[in-house]
């Protein structure tokens, strides 16, 4: 019987070696395959069982991380004044992942990137526990702090940028959310969630970023611009070629303007000051289309900007002679976001040149060894520093003597534009308030603000750029200033 | 020991018993346990396990006694199957022991501790096995009993019909105040000592008087009927309760058992395509065979619709996380899986936690197990050893096989235990059992040919000096 005996035993030998090949094919060959599978929860897990780094404002960390017992995921995000922020961190959910830069800085802040390999590799020896790195950004507390003040319980939204670098300092929206209310993976996180998203308010919307309004008067500065840039006019105290009423082109419809103001061959400076819609609106007319979309596009218009959290592409479309006459004057089928007029306003500050918008200022490894540093870099150039210099001193005089006195700060000199933009059919809804402006000391400006208000509640009479949305972008200004002395 | 012994010219060879060797190899398989135990508390509370030393003690009284008892009863016998078995049994215990840790678990409203009951089971199954050591003092004993056995492996197998399924499959007895019993464990060796002893006596019958057809021997239907019958009421039975491992492995035995008797290749040609006949028909009309190949054949293609396949899933998961090193004991998830992760599962937690290393460190003890039986079997002097000692290791082959073969998805899921490693009482007091066995079996086949008597008529041999 030994015979079969020793037939069964390569059998038996058989068997095993089946095995210990399937255990080489499922644990080495297909071990990377398995391990990044979309189920396998061990990815979350791992993601979970250490700290995260921190987002940090001002040398202090706006984020946190919490021990949690309730869940096999260890660590939850925490947010310090977590509406406040919650437009420049995004959130960080067990269950619902994350935005902005909580999503775009996960490498860093979980210690999972590749630029940490070495920072990994040293502590797997030393046997440091892991955390993770942390973002640096280029945010100013107090003036966040201004600007989501300023804005309160009204609907809206500020961006400042420091023109001279393009450093993000504030970027505010309102009504916010706190993330923390839904950073976990209970029941009563998603229950929270759901209830910010069937919010008609939509507090997870960034409006500072995500939503584009139309400009209104505020754009008027960028049509000045272009028709300096174009020579169409190149004396801003001359007169311009301006009838009143204007006509609209191809149209029988008149242009017309917000009150009795002296806009007949108004020179700029005078038309910026009363912000007059027939003299812009011409002249928008008179520039034509493809230069005015040019010029727009000069400022950033038409393209997503990356701070890196990306903000939506503000719009200058091509367009019909009479709605290129109204997108002149900020009132037809042109758009933009907060950022992107802050961005108007903060190139015009630094004498034409547009820096590239950022928010992370560094990444800092987990020994808080820098591992990026951001270095300013232009993104354009939209006019030459004498032009920038002539809609500065019509700016200025909007602040000194116009409709924008209400950002007036003692001692310095600041430079603005109102607006009050029209929406809805027939202009039936609430208008939008706006106001761009800067603020320039000795040695150049600091602070560039775009503010909106988009207030369904206020009385349709008070909504004025400058009654509304002045005085926020002032106190932004003013918190920056502050913090330089 | 004896023995040099007087003048004859046959005189007996000490044969070496490799008791001190067995002692040695108990001891550090208690060790790795010890180790296991105290790598798994370090990882889970950053200090060692209260539990350690009682588990630890236990594991050494256990394999002490073990050895003391095959040392006395047993002494020839093969020096690694205790051993081996005592390994198993203990990282067993210490895996069930971490997955008693397992927040997840102890956060389910049915949470019972698991180790402390399995460390009890294991000291049955070593009493088990001292007691087949004391009473069965010649294997051959058991040839009496064949049909004895016969009749009582089917009453083990039916019994279960009478009981309610538990998670599909009949296969648990329930015994007020005592447990539930998986009687189909115990039904695998005693249904093994009817195959030997029929087999031994037909055998002849069975390789011999057979007519040719087709290429293949045929033997005559009185012959292989009442064999034959038995087994095909074995399989029916467990196809009825849903037990597909069991059938698998009773009708891999019978096939092997068969070969081994008969000396004929045309068994295993014959039990192949009666195999192939079997599943394709049990797969065409039972629902839960369909679930286990589909869940099979892309376990991820049916993750959250099929249960089959979203543990089977998980349990890949596992194994592919573990990597070539493994997370360490202790610091992995295979708690995941969920139910039966500390039983028909358990593998999937050294394949994560112990790694591909671990992974085939235990695939190989398990080898070397089946080994010694089949060294032990082919040691044997007589048939009947030969063929109970390769029917029981065949038969944990077998199960070995389709138990990690299942849970790695090299074929489908069937559902049984690891024999050793796995929580689960029958199954650890039958394997018990089954070693006991053997290691009398192989008592028996090392044992030294008994010294002749002295002859009184010899005489010294006289030394002629010049």
Known sequence: ?485 | MSVVTNTTTIGAIDAPSRRNTELVLVAFAVLISVFAYANVGLAINGELPAGMLGYGLGLALLGGVAHLAVRRFAPYADPLLLPLATLLNGLGLAIIWRLDQSERFQQTPNFVAAASKQLLFSAAGVALLVIVLLVLKDHRILQRYTYISMLAALFLLILPMFFPAVNGAKIWIKIPGVGTIQPGEFAKIIIAVFFAGYLMVKRDALALASRRFMGLYLPRGRDLGPILMVWAFSILILVFETDLGSSLLFFGMFIVMLYVATERTSWIVFGLLMSGAGAVGVATFEPHVQQRVTAWLDPFAGWGKLAASEQMAKSLMAFGSGGTLGTGLGQGNSDLIGFAANSDFILATVGEELGLAGMMAVLLVYGLVVERGVRTALAARDPFGKLLAIGLSGSFAIQVFVVAGGVMGLIPLTGMTMPFLAAGGSSVIANWALIGILIRISDTARRPAPAPAPSPDAEMTQVVRP
């Open chain 1, 1 to 485: 019987m030994n015979k079969p005996l020793r037939r069964i035993a390569i059998f038996c030998g058989v068997l095993v070696l089946a095995l210990l090949v399937r255990t080489n094919y499922i644990q080495y060959v297909r071990a990377d395959e398995l391990n990044g599978n979309e189920h396998n929860r061990r990815v979350q897990i791992e993601r979970y069982a250490h700290e995260r780094g921190n987002i940090i404002v001002d040398g202090e960390p706006v984020t946190g991380s919490v021990e949690t017992k309730d869940s096999d995921f260890k660590y939850k995000r925490v947010w310090k004044d977590g509406p406040m922020w919650a437009p420049v961190t995004g959130y960080s959910s067990q269950a619902f992942d994350s935005t902005q830069l909580e999503n775009l800085e996960d490498g860093i802040l979980t210690g999972n990137s590749d630029q940490l390999f070495f920072d990994r590799t040293l502590s797997m020896f030393t046997g440091e526990k892991k955390t993770g790195g942390n973002i640096v950004t280029t945010l100013d507390a107090a003036a966040q702090k201004a600007a989501f003040k300023g804005l309160g319980d009204k609907k809206g939204a500020v961006a400042a940028l420091d023109p001279q670098t393009g450093a993000i300092l504030a970027l505010a929206s309102t009504p916010s959310y706190d993330p923390s209310v839904f950073a976990g993976n209970s029941l009563k996180d998603s229950d929270a969630r759901q209830k910010l998203l069937n919010d008609k308010d939509k507090p997870m919307l960034n409006r500072a970023l995500r939503e584009t309004y139309p400009p209104g008067s505020t754009f008027k500065v960028v049509t000045a611009s272009a028709a300096l840039e174009n020579g169409l006019y190149t004396d801003i105290d001359a007169k311009t070629d301006s009838p009143l009423p204007w006509r609209l082109p191809q149209s029988t419809n008149l242009l017309q303007n917000e009150g009795s103001i002296p806009c007949k061959d108004a020179s700029l400076r005078e038309a910026l000051r009363w912000s007059c819609n027939t003299v812009f609106g011409k002249m928008s007319h008179d520039l034509g289309n493809e230069k005015m979309m040019e010029q727009a596009g000069k400022f950033g218009f038409n393209k997503e900007v990356f701070t890196p959290v990306r903000a939506d592409a503000s719009i200058y479309p091509k367009d019909n002679q009479p709605q290129n006459a109204m997108a002149g004057i900020g009132q037809a089928s042109n758009r933009a976001t907060p950022l992107q007029m802050a961005m108007v306003a903060s190139a015009i500050a630094n004498d034409g040149k547009l820096m590239q918008p950022y928010m992370v200022a560094q990444r800092q490894a987990p020994n808080l060894d820098v591992i990026y540093t951001h270095e300013k870099e232009q993104l354009s150039q939209p006019l030459s520093a004498e032009n920038a210099q002539k809609v500065q001193q019509m700016m200025e005089t909007v602040v000194k003597t116009g409709t924008g006195t209400n950002a007036q700060i003692d001692g310095v000199t600041v430079g603005g534009k109102t607006g009050t933009a029209q929406h809805g059919l027939n202009n039936s809804e609430k208008p939008y308030a706006w106001f761009i402006s800067y603020a320039k000391t000795d040695s150049g400006s600091p602070v560039a603000v775009a503010v909106v208000v988009e207030d369904g509640n206020a009385n349709r009479d008070d909504i004025s750029g400058g009654g509304l949305a002045a005085p926020i972008a002032k106190s932004v200004m003013q918190a920056v200033l502050d913090g330089k002395k």
